[in-house]
């Protein structure tokens, strides 16, 4: 079981449960209707799960996670917004309890970065797929991450990060790499797509900064970059103050691209 890097610190769940099936998985709503059953791998908070039950609902879905914790939160919200046709509960995709041809839909969003063996994982993915299912992954990629101010500290914290990341077998720069492994997985019919999101007005600048600003200093990620001797409390601090400094930028611009495929079985 892979040990996910950002763990679960209110930073990382502020960032996660802003994530709706819009804005996260648009790639994929034109493929979704009533009746189907859907798998939702690496759930989080279950914000987008939710979205999607509504959607396909009579149908069931699933979220999976690694994290009781983030699991009842995910429960939570699932009863705050009345969606009974959805449960939430701890698997492992690389050894998913669910048997062949179990789903209509597999979605998995920002989970193949952070996996040492991202083809085994897509491959047991397919195995619980129905005949002409549905793939659906969609990854960022931290290298083609771009902002404005040039602010110098920004760039360290990528460094940092992406030596964190690839420090637990994890590929931060996963969106362009999505069409190989889904083909390496054995997938042939797929739909290649990409998606921004972009923080640049006065409500997600200040926002998308804070969290990062928090999540620098107090979470996983905090932890691992000590561990690994890459930043000390100074450093973090410092990585802070960067970030603190781009989102009071009036002029201040942040997008992240992400790698979007569909793949039918």
């Not at 930073?11 to 939702?40: C, E, I, M, Q």
């Amino acid at each position: 079981m892979s040990r996910y890097i950002h763990g679960h610190a209110e930073s990382v769940l502020r960032s996660h449960t802003w994530r709706t099936a819009r804005n996260s998985a648009a790639y994929l709503l034109d493929d979704l209707g009533p009746g189907l059953d859907l798998l939702d791998v690496g759930c989080g908070p279950g914000t987008i799960t939710v979205d999607l039950a509504q959607i396909v609902a009579p149908g069931r879905v699933v979220g999976i996670d690694t994290s009781v914790e983030v699991l009842m939160k995910a429960s939570e919200l699932a009863v705050a917004r009345d969606v009974e046709t959805v449960s939430f509960e701890q698997a492992d995709v690389h050894e998913l309890p669910y048997g062949d041809a179990s789903f209509d839909v597999v979605h998995a969003h920002q989970v193949l970065q952070h996996l040492p063996d991202p083809v085994s994982a897509l491959v047991e993915m397919r195995r619980v797929l129905r005949p002409g299912g549905v793939l659906a992954v969609r990854d960022v990629d931290y290298g083609g991450m771009r902002w404005f101010p040039l602010v110098p500290g920004l760039e360290r914290w990528l460094e940092v990060y992406q030596r964190v990341a690839r420090s637990h077998g994890g590929e931060p720069d996963a969106g362009p790499r999505l069409l190989s492994w889904v083909r390496a997985a054995g997938f042939t019919d797929t739909t290649v797509t990409a998606s921004t999101w972009c923080y640049a007005d006065e409500t997600t600048r200040p926002w998308w900064a804070g969290v990062w600003a928090d999540r620098v200093r107090h979470s996983r990620f905090a932890e691992e970059a000590t561990r690994l001797g890459l930043a000390d409390a100074g450093a973090l601090e410092d990585l802070a103050q960067a970030w603190r400094a781009w989102g009071e930028s009036d002029d201040g611009w942040f997008a992240m691209v992400h790698g979007e495929v569909v793949a039918r079985r």
